[in-house]
C-alpha cells in the first residue's frame, strides 16, 4: 500500500505540468495520503514478534518474541477473485480485505501454523484514496481477528492497465509452527470429520455466481431472492469466515489430527488433499443445511449437483478430522461454534489416491 514507502516532500498542483509523473497518471501524493489514512489501523494490528513500523523497506519480524524455540515458517498467497468485480460494482468496500485475509491465514493455520504476519498488494489505474483505504482498513481488520500483524504491502498505480475505478489484490501471509507440530498427524480409518459452517459462497466461484445474476435479469441493488431484506450485493459481499482462532484451539489442545480449508473445488477438490494414500472419506450428505444462497444459485443456474460440490463450499468452510469428537465438539462449543459430523474415514485400496464419496446427495442440491 504504498505502505513501505517513507512520506516525502512533494510540491501540490492543481494541474498537473507536463513531463511529471503526475501527468502521466500516477499521483504519488495520493499514495502517500492513502499510507497516512490506513496508519492506525495497520498499527492495531501489532501482536508479539512485531519489529519496527510503516516505512521501511521490509517489514521485521522476531520469532523469539514471539515465543516460538524451535520453528518452521509456513506461507501462503492468494487473492478474492472476481469477487472483486461484485465489490466495485456495488461500492462495497469495507470487507472484501477481511476475504482477503481469510483467504491465506485459512491456508496457514491448516498446516498447523499461527499466521504471524500479513502483507498485501493493491493495483490500480488510478487511486481512489478513499476506497483504497476502505480496502485496506478490511485488511487490517482481518488480521486484528486473526492474530496476525499487517506489516507493509505495495500501492501499484498503473494507469491504462485497469480500467476506471477497477482494482485488483492479492495477499501474502507467513505463520510458524514448531517443528514437531505442523499437521496433518497420522490419519486412521474411523477418524471422524467435523464442519464448520462457511457464511456463504466466501470467496470462490463468482465467475459462476456473476453470470448466474446476469442471466436472472438482476442488479446488486435488487433484493436477494434467498436473503430477506439484504440486497442481491450485500449478501454475497457477505466475507469469508477466519476459522484461525478455532482450529488452533483444538490443535493446541491436542485434538486435531487434520484441516482442510473448503475453498475452490468444494470438499472433493480439497479433504482429500489431507488424507493418506489408501483411505476414503465417506460424507453423509444430509448432515447440514447451508446457507439458502446455495440452493438458490443451484436453481437459478440450473448447475448440476456435482457441479455445485466442486465449485462451492456448499456450507461448508473448514473441514477438521479428529478421534475424539466429543472433546472436539465441546471445546467448539466453548467458542461459540456449532460443529457438524460430516461423516468418516474409511479404508480403500492400498497404495491408492485418497478420495471422498457421498452416502447420499446434499438435499438441498437434490431438490
Same mark, same amino acid.
Given at each position: ?213 446476469? $442471466? ?5 441493488? =435488487? ?10 450485493? $450485500? ?48 460424507? =453423509? ?20 449437483? $456435482? ?29 461459540? $461454534? ?30
Amino acid at each position: 500500500m504504498a505502505a513501505l514507502l517513507p512520506p516525502r516532500a512533494a510540491t501540490r498542483m492543481t494541474e498537473p505540468a507536463e513531463g511529471t509523473y503526475r501527468a502521466s497518471g500516477v499521483d504519488i501524493e495520493a499514495g502517500e495520503r492513502l499510507v497516512e489514512a490506513i496508519r492506525p489501523a495497520a498499527g492495531a494490528t501489532d501482536r508479539p514478534g512485531t519489529m519496527g513500523g510503516l516505512g521501511g523497506f521490509g517489514a521485521l519480524f522476531d520469532l523469539k518474541a514471539a515465543g516460538f524455540r524451535d520453528p518452521v515458517l509456513v506461507s501462503s498467497t492468494d487473492g478474492v477473485g472476481t469477487k472483486l468485480m461484485v465489490a466495485i460494482e456495488t461500492g462495497r468496500h469495507d470487507t472484501v480485505g477481511i476475504d482477503l485475509v481469510a483467504m491465506c491465514v485459512n491456508d496457514l493455520v491448516v498446516q498447523g501454523a499461527e499466521p504471524l504476519f500479513f502483507l498485501d498488494y493493491f493495483a490500480t489505474g488510478k487511486l481512489a484514496v478513499d476506497a483504497a483505504a476502505r480496502v485496506v482498513r478490511g485488511i487490517a481488520e482481518g488480521c486484528r481477528l486473526s492474530g496476525c500483524a499487517l506489516v507493509g504491502g505495495e500501492t501499484a498505480e498503473m494507469p491504462g492497465m485497469y480500467g476506471p475505478g477497477h482494482y485488483d489484490l492479492a495477499g501474502f501471509s507467513v505463520g510458524a509452527a514448531e517443528r514437531g507440530a505442523l499437521l496433518p498427524k497420522t490419519i486412521a480409518p474411523g477418524d471422524i470429520v467435523l464442519g464448520l459452517p462457511s457464511s456463504g459462497v466466501h470467496s470462490n466461484g463468482f465467475s459462476l455466481v456473476r453470470s448466474i445474476v446476469r $442471466e436472472a435479469g438482476l442488479g446488486w441493488d =435488487d433484493p436477494a431472492p434467498f436473503a430477506p431484506g439484504l440486497s442481491l450485493g $450485500e449478501a454475497l459481499m457477505v466475507p469469508t469466515r477466519l476459522y484461525v482462532k478455532q482450529v488452533l484451539a483444538l490443535h493446541r489442545a491436542g485434538l486435531l489430527r487434520a484441516a482442510a480449508h473448503i475453498t475452490g473445488g468444494g470438499l472433493p477438490g480439497n479433504l482429500p488433499r489431507v488424507l493418506p494414500a489408501g483411505t476414503v472419506v465417506a460424507i =453423509d450428505g444430509d448432515a447440514w443445511t447451508p446457507p439458502p444462497v446455495f440452493g438458490w444459485l443451484a436453481r437459478a443456474g440450473s448447475v448440476e449437483p $456435482e457441479e455445485m460440490l466442486r465449485v462451492f463450499n456448499c456450507g461448508i468452510g473448514m473441514a477438521l478430522i479428529v478421534s475424539n469428537v466429543s472433546s472436539a465438539t465441546a471445546l467448539l462449543a466453548e467458542m461459540g $461454534e456449532d460443529a457438524v459430523v460430516l461423516g468418516r474415514i474409511e479404508a480403500g485400496t492400498d497404495g491408492a489416491p485418497a478420495t471422498l464419496r457421498y452416502a447420499g446427495m446434499p438435499a438441498f442440491l437434490a431438490a
